[in-house]
């Protein structure tokens, strides 16, 4: 198991059109001053680096909203500035977040020429019906397009599928998988559709105008993802990500693996370790209210959150046991200041590994197959 790395995640708010599924922090803009965030962001991000000095960064992530928005000479801004303040490790991460269609796929050669080296895209199924459902843009054949592209200018690539689509079956799952992976190279991100609060999906799935799966099917789907395409040579090697050994999400894993991370931009969130402990650090959400409070003070920062061993504990458990590698137990003591006894309910921690949930050995703690589909509640069972 590596170092978990230090990470940049920047948040690009804004997306030509709201998905029904998501509730993430985007918002639908006509126009954008892009000089005006181009600045905004840079300027956070020296008021994030004035509290990190010396670290060297392994990842940077364009995140959104849709990052394939903003003007190539953004993200080359952000990636020089991240440069200067804080260094990159010779084989740093450099993604970016993309929806495949022809208007933004055209300006990869931009991106990668800014110094993005990944490109994680924005499939989500590939058939028309399922594409409308989900209120993308594109068709299969763009998406598909787009994946090409990234092949040609990017060593590294992903692409997201959502499964647990209403009506789906694990015949039909499991062909959709195999289309996908006669174009995946590496990586692919394969989610459960969930029903978040304040999205389109949840009204419609109040009034009962939306019926998703059964339990049973989503277990079946889950289980056939896993087996397709750990046949296919990409394991899972978290819930819901798959890659072929070395090309797993290095950003990502660094949240996996509890470690410290600055996030700038609209509603960014980060953990970071400074000298008198670790501190949840949030930004404001509003797009508008961000830029201003950025332009005025130079950062958009709430008031810092410390946070407590105990907390520190349970988010580690809460990110680390997603992954197939577990957790190792002498970072479950340094983060809640506890030997690995004093810090687990040890007759809590022994009932899930005797139902086969968790799985222990003299280093770490992993949860099994079984635990990782049912986390949410091993979590709960295990910290009450």
């Not at 946070?307 to 680390?320: C, F, Q, T």
């Amino acid at each position: 198991m590596t170092a978990p790395g230090f990470a940049l995640y920047v948040h690009w708010p804004f997306c030509r059109s709201k998905c029904p599924y998501c509730d993430f922090n985007s918002h639908v803009r006509e126009q954008v001053e892009h000089e005006r965030w181009r600045r905004a962001l840079v300027a956070e991000l020296d008021h994030f680096a004035d509290l990190t000095p010396g670290r060297t960064l392994s990842s940077i992530f364009f995140g959104g909203g849709t990052p394939s928005l903003m003007q190539p000479a953004t993200a080359a801004a952000v990636i020089d500035r991240a440069a200067e303040r804080w260094g990159l490790t010779p084989d740093v991460e450099i993604t970016l977040e993309a929806n495949p269609t022809s208007v933004e796929s055209h300006l990869f050669a931009g991106f990668r020429a800014a110094g993005v080296n990944r490109v994680s895209l924005g499939v989500q199924a590939l058939d028309e019906a399922s594409l409308r459902f989900l209120g993308r843009n594109h068709s299969a054949a763009e998406a598909l397009a787009a994946v090409g592209l990234a092949a040609r200018h990017f060593d590294r690539f992903s692409f997201d599928l959502i499964y647990a689509r209403p009506g789906q079956t694990v015949a039909g799952w499991t062909a959709e998988l195999r289309r996908a992976l006669d174009h995946a190279v590496g990586h692919i991100s394969a989610y459960q559709l969930t029903i978040e609060q304040g999205t389109r999906f949840h009204t419609l799935y109040s009034r009962g105008e939306l019926v998703l799966p059964d339990e049973d099917t989503q277990a079946a789907l889950y289980e056939a993802t896993a087996e397709v395409l750990g046949a296919a040579g990409l394991p899972g090697y978290e819930i819901s990500n798959h890659a072929r050994p070395g090309e797993e999400s290095r950003h990502n894993l660094t949240y996996w693996r509890y470690g410290d991370y600055v996030g700038i931009g609209p509603g960014a969130h980060g953990r970071l370790t400074l000298n008198d402990g670790k501190w949840g650090t949030r930004t404001h959400r509003a797009p508008e209210v961000w830029l201003e409070r950025v332009e005025a003070a130079g950062h958009a920062e709430h008031e810092r959150e410390a946070v407590p061993p105990e907390s520190r504990r349970d988010e580690m458990l809460m990110m680390g046991l997603r992954l197939a590698e577990g957790v190792l137990k002498s970072r479950i003591a340094d983060e809640s200041g506890r030997s690995f006894d004093r810090a687990i309910d040890r007759r809590r921690l022994d009932r899930l590994v005797a139902g086969g949930f968790l799985a222990e050995d003299a280093a770490r703690l992993t949860a099994t197959t079984a635990g990782r589909q049912r986390l949410d509640a091993v979590l709960a069972a295990l910290l009450g």
